[in-house]
């Protein structure tokens, strides 16, 4: 998932990166600074008498719609936990626990037969949409056939193995899924019907995209409208120029506490319109208690120096990467895109980002502690399974037996900060390799999707993949699938346009193959990355960090390493 | 004839002059102003400010290559110096706390390397504020040169020659007098630096200086046109014109000997006046980004690289921004200077 950029703009305010989720096997330990377990919060205790109080929170810009079906961002993913539900879900606790699917509208995970084709659910008696209406399996099935109707941004990538689905992608206004979703009012008994077996169906149907709602819902993106939820808050107002707020659902009562826990604050409102750099002064202030956007580089000192136990580090499954453009010169020639990854320094990278705190350099595409990865670095001087240092020499001789040095490259970057300071690096060095290369900065509104078309004619871009949910294919499949690109597409997010059939079909099998044996499949993603990375049509950059800065009233702060900070859990008083 | 003659006319002036009867003449005008404006302490002060600030930036490359001994324009983001006999970091990596972010190396005040410390690419200060300066002055010169010789020719033909010469000439000054200076600007910049100019067999590229020069030129010419056009059309009316055109004289000769001369102090005063103008015109372009492009650094482009440190290692915006001041309030104290010497009664600031 690519999420919005989270780095301020020198001049203007900026959007600011963030991220989607994290993390697999929930190894990587938290960083926070009371050294306290994975994603536990710095204050403990009884959770008694902690209930109440008004959660303020900041940024510096909305999130756009606010419809779970529509919405791929991380900053309203993450108030969607609090909100919306699905059948089943990522357990919403901190710490390695929290990449566990667990049972939430349903009241178990599914049984699984037909080979991996059908999966059957029963939905909970009992649980009220927050306008007091109860939930049926009218409102699942209503609600998988709105995806569709409202062309939610993974319909044809994710639920298309739905029976039915080719129909509703083809015509969505009479969406119908017949076949394909199948519910029984007396049993509360709903049952999806998959074409073929897929080992991320479990993941997908937790996605937000899959939120259970009315099915009085708009067959169109609501937009500004709320719809009514099932989690312990609703949206009460939302202008996209002022502030989001949050309030008690009158009809939630907890279900699941793994699931859907009940939230502490009584109220959450988020304000929008300030700079990142108003936000660190505010959250310091207390006069915010947490800033969705990422501290602006010149602040990490002082928040690491004077608020350090306001400050929580978390690693992420993420990877910042260049696109080598494989269609157009010069990065059609495969020596010429291995020279990149040999040259690129990605100690300088890490510094740029903010230090060896806060990234690491990457080698793989998968990244550390993900699915299917594996050690190795195809691109690192001496040899060995992990980044040491860049090869200019390598490089340049590559770049010499390319013949295409001399040739013009743009460099485009999103246009905040450390985005446009790794670009000014990488427009140094590939004029130390031999090219003329210009740096194209473009808003953080654009450039993902003016990277995407080929239209554009980008040779090389900087940009950054956060996990959906933990699987091998949400990294390699999508970003380098010949399915994943498609020419003159905004979306057609196989940037570097590389379609490799013969790696396809490997990714087909490792996929087949995850049905039954995940550990044998994960084994063969880790191959199949290393193939990839041969072909060079990537450059992995970093593994990044992600810092959270709270008010000091805050406490109970926990990090899901699916959906980040719970913000619901955290305590203000 | 020379008795209807102004001051200004052509042949009198900055050499001295002796009558047919061998009696001294009084010095020319452009004698006595020059005169003035050496014994004007303001005008000497800035002029030698300014050639202070000329001369550090021309040699920039002397500095950069053989005492700083370093590469201005490449990245340096995991390099080390040598500070004090030990080897440090440029980019340091932050210990205190919880060890984030990153901070470059602050300023040495060793002339020997990093003066006034590096920015967020690891590079020398000191040596691109040498360099920026240099494309801030060369830029701001230039579009000032151009400004006030396109100014001044439209403002006297347009003046002169008046009728539907005068009325098509103002109203295209009326046109761009008409977008605010920074939007007319910021549109021209973000047009042109995209793909360039191309004027048929003419390309200029999208990072060529030539570009923000060119727009700079073209935005200021209606503040320079506009006061000589009304200088001329006052001109045109007095009495040793008429007497020239009454003699026979053709309207080459008129503008050439009689308008030219005397417009000439007033595009002088402009001058510095518009090199200032310009230079902070320059620097906020670049500031924004769209005005000199990379590899290249003005003063602009190095305040907006300092931005994003301004509270660890503020020396990075402010330096530039200090050249600036200094550079600017030198360029006007020198206009103002060189208006009171060549004509105290111009008001030529005050309709800027």
Redesign the interface.
């Known amino acids: 998932m690519w999420v919005t950029p989270r780095y301020p703009a020198?001049?203007a305010a900026a959007a600011a990166i963030l991220l989607t989720v994290t993390a697999c096997g929930g190894s990587s330990p938290s960083?926070s600074?009371t050294g306290g377990p994975a994603g536990s919060s710095s204050a403990t205790g009884d959770a008694a008498g902690h209930t109440g109080g008004t959660l303020h929170l900041v940024a510096q810009s909305a999130g756009g719609t606010l419809d779970p079906q529509v919405n791929y961002t991380l900053q309203y993913w993450q108030l969607y936990q609090a909100t919306y539900d699905q059948l089943i879900t990522y357990a919403r606790v901190g710490g390695s626990q929290s990449v566990d699917l667990v049972p939430d509208l349903a009241t178990a995970m599914p049984k699984v037969s037909d080979g991996g084709k059908t999966y059957a659910f029963t939905l909970r008696q009992g649980i009220r949409f927050s306008n007091g209406k109860p939930v049926t399996t009218a409102d699942v099935v209503a609600s998988f056939r709105r995806i569709f109707k409202v062309a939610s941004p993974n319909a044809g990538s994710w639920y298309n193995v739905l029976v039915g689905a080719d129909a509703c992608l083809k015509t969505p206004a009479t969406c119908t899924l017949d076949g394909g979703v199948v519910a029984d009012a007396k049993t509360g008994r709903i049952t999806f019907h998959l074409t073929q077996a897929d080992p991320q169906f479990e993941a997908q149907l937790a996605m937000p995209f899959a939120s259970i709602l009315p099915a009085s819902a708009p067959s169109k993106d609501a937009g500004t409208t709320p719809i009514p939820t099932t989690g312990p808050y609703y949206f009460s107002s939302y202008s996209p120029n002022s502030a989001l707020t949050m309030k008690r659902n009158p009809y939630f009562k907890q279900w699941s506490a793994q699931a859907e826990p009940a939230g502490y604050p009584d109220e959450i409102e988020e304000t929008f319109g300030l700079t990142a750099e108003s936000e660190v002064t505010a959250v310091e202030n207390n006069q915010a208690d947490w800033m969705y956007d990422a501290p602006?580089?010149?602040?990490?000192?002082?928040?690491?120096?004077?608020y350090?136990d306001r400050?929580h580090?978390n690693p992420l499954t993420a990877m910042w990467y260049l696109t080598l453009n494989s269609n157009i010169p010069p990065f059609n020639n495969v020596k010429a895109r291995q020279a990149i990854n040999w040259a690129v320094?990605r100690?300088?990278v890490v510094?740029?980002y903010?230090?060896?705190?806060?990234a690491q350099p990457a080698c793989t595409i998968l990244p550390p502690g993900f699915p299917g990865h594996r050690d190795f670095c195809n691109y690192t001087a001496g040899g060995g399974t992990t980044w040491t240092a860049p090869d200019l020499d390598k490089a340049k001789a590559l770049v010499q037996a390319s013949g295409t040095a001399g040739q013009q490259v743009g460099v485009v970057v999103q246009?905040d900060?450390v985005n446009k300071?790794i670009g000014?690096?990488l427009?140094?060095?590939l004029?130390?390799l031999g090219y003329k290369a210009?740096?194209k900065?473009l808003s953080n509104n654009i450039q993902f999707t003016y990277i995407q078309n080929t239209d554009n004619h980008v040779q090389l871009a900087l940009t950054q993949w956060y996990q959906d949910y933990p699987a091998a294919a949400d990294f390699l499949q999508v970003l380098l699938s010949c399915a994943s690109f498609h020419p003159h597409s905004d979306s057609s997010i196989n940037i570097a346009g590389y379609c490799n059939h013969s790696l396809d079909a490997k990714m087909d099998a490792a996929n087949t193959l995850g049905v039954t044996s995940p550990s044998a499949a994960n084994t063969q993603w880790g191959t199949i990355d290393e193939d990839y990375m041969k072909e060079s049509p990537l450059v992995p950059l970093i593994t990044p960090k992600l810092?959270d800065f709270t008010s000091s009233r805050v406490g109970h702060y926990q990090f899901s390493l699916q959906y980040y900070m719970l913000v619901d859990q955290l305590w203000v008083q | 004839m020379s008795d209807l003659h102004t001051p200004f006319e052509s042949g009198q002036g900055l050499v001295g002059a002796t009558t047919q009867d061998g009696a001294e003449r009084s010095p020319g005008p452009w004698r006595v102003a020059l005169s003035q404006l050496l014994h004007n302490p303001v005008a000497i002060a800035s002029t030698v400010m300014l050639v202070v600030v000329v001369g550090a930036c021309l040699c920039a490359p002397l500095y950069a290559h053989h005492i700083a001994h370093t590469d201005p324009?490449?990245?340096n983001?995991?390099g080390t110096t040598v500070v004090n006999g030990k080897r440090a970091a440029i980019?340091q990596?932050?210990t205190?706390?919880?060890?984030?972010?990153?901070?470059p190396i602050g300023p040495t005040w060793h002339l020997s390397g990093f003066f006034l410390g590096a920015d967020?690419?690891g590079r020398d200060v000191m040596s691109r504020l040498l360099y920026g300066g240099r494309t801030t002055l060369l830029i701001g010169t230039a579009s000032a040169v151009i400004c006030c010789v396109l100014g001044a020719l439209v403002g006297i033909v347009a003046g002169y020659l008046g009728g539907a010469t005068d009325w098509i000439l103002s109203r295209v000054l009326d046109v761009i007098w008409a977008f605010p200076v920074y939007l007319l600007a910021i549109c021209l910049s973000v047009v042109l630096l995209t793909s360039g100019l191309d004027l048929g067999p003419l390309h200029v590229s999208?990072?060529s200086l030539m570009l923000p020069i060119v727009i700079i030129a073209l935005i200021y010419v209606p503040y320079v046109a506009r006061p000589l056009r009304g200088h001329v059309l006052s001109l045109k009316e007095s009495e040793f014109v008429k007497a020239s055109v009454g003699l026979g004289a053709s309207e080459l000769r008129v503008l050439r000997r009689e308008l030219l001369p005397n417009v000439l102090p007033s595009v002088i005063v402009f001058l510095p006046l518009m090199i200032a103008l310009n230079m902070l015109t320059e620097s906020a372009l670049s500031?924004?980004?769209i005005g000199v492009?990379?590899?290249q650094a003005s003063w602009g482009t190095i305040i907006?690289d300092g931005?994003?440190?301004?509270?660890?290692r503020p020396w990075v915006a402010t330096a530039p921004g200090i050249m600036l001041v200094i550079t600017a309030v030198a360029f006007n104290l020198l206009g103002d200077a060189v208006r009171d010497a060549l004509d105290p009664k111009a008001k030529l600031r005050g309709s800027i």
Do not use: H, M, W
Not at chain 1, 354 to 358: A, E, K, R, V, W
Not at chain 2, 96 to 103: H, I, N, P, R
């Open positions: 020198a001049a960083t600074p602006p580089s010149d602040r990490l000192v002082e928040i690491s120096s004077k350090s400050a580090v320094d100690a300088a510094r740029l903010g230090g060896t705190s806060l246009n900060s300071s000014s690096y427009t140094s060095l004029n130390q210009t740096l900065p810092v | 324009f490449s990245s983001v995991t980019l990596q932050s205190q706390g919880l060890g984030l972010g990153v901070v967020g690419q999208a990072g500031f924004l980004s492009q990379a590899p907006n931005l994003d440190l301004l509270y660890t």
